[in-house]
């Protein structure tokens, strides 16, 4: 079965700082994507970034960018130049075809002004 | 980015009845929709996946008669939670799947609170 670990449960980094969260995932299939997603305290998920499996480039969006190392089963998101609005929980999730969307246990992340 | 409603967003029923909550996709066909029930600062538990037409695959520990999903169109499914008890109450977050190639991505609804008292 397909496992997502978050181990920091929670971070906290002043405005502008760039931070780090890690994600780490189990599989035995060679096909799938892998999301950030963000959940304010609305509790609405919103989607920060995508990775297919295949692509061997790292996803970028803006200010978020991943690690992916699909050998090592990672997945990180750096957040640069981090803003207040960032606040929020970030799940690291795995998506493996129309069978399993499985979420990491959440990295609470506080932006400090 | 696409649209998925789910109603109601809040809900208060009386131990032993049963709450119907539903979830559509409002402008694009989903195969597959995913249910989960989310605890207060815990993540996204996976409670049951279904495909249009089929039956919901549930995931270990979850009741299957307790916790009905159907997802009878490809813009509409149901969890409905049935003999509810306090201990039901919980926020549920449905999630409508879109899939093709360099598309695919998970479209989340509002959540549902769900107390029974």
């Known amino acids: 079965a397909q496992t997502v670990t978050q181990s920091q449960p929670e971070m906290s980094v002043q405005e502008a700082e760039t931070v780090t969260l890690s994600c780490t995932y189990d599989t035995s299939e060679n096909n799938y994507y892998l999301f950030w997603y963000k959940q304010p305290p609305s509790r609405q998920m919103i989607l920060v970034i995508r990775?297919?499996?295949?692509?061997?480039q790292n996803a970028t969006e803006n200010r978020f960018s991943v690690n992916f190392q699909k050998a090592a089963k990672s997945f990180s998101l750096k957040i640069s130049d981090s803003q207040l609005g960032d606040t929020a929980m970030y799940f690291c999730?795995?998506?493996?075809?129309?069978?399993?969307?499985?979420f990491g246990q959440g990295t609470r992340l506080t932006i400090n002004p | 980015g696409a649209v998925v409603s789910q109603h109601p967003s809040w809900v208060i029923c009386k131990s032993g009845t049963s709450v119907k909550i539903e979830c559509r996709s409002l402008?694009?066909?989903?195969?597959?929709m995913f249910w989960y029930r989310q605890f207060p600062k815990q993540s996204l538990m996976l409670m049951a996946t279904?495909?249009?037409?089929?039956?919901?695959?549930?995931e270990q520990g979850v009741e299957k008669d307790k916790f009905l999903i159907n997802h009878a169109s490809l813009t509409l499914s149901t969890l409905t939670v049935t003999s509810a008890h306090p201990e039901d109450s919980s926020f549920y977050i449905c999630?409508?799947?879109?899939?093709?190639?360099?598309?695919?991505?998970?479209?989340f609804g509002q959540g549902t609170r769900l107390t029974v008292v």
């Open positions: 990775q297919e499996a295949y692509k061997q």
């Open positions: 402008d694009f066909q989903a195969t597959t």
């Open positions: 999630s409508a799947a879109s899939t093709g190639v360099g598309s695919t991505e998970a479209f």
């Open positions: 999730a795995f998506f493996q075809g129309a069978q399993k969307l499985v």
């Open positions: 279904s495909n249009e037409g089929s039956k919901a695959t549930y």
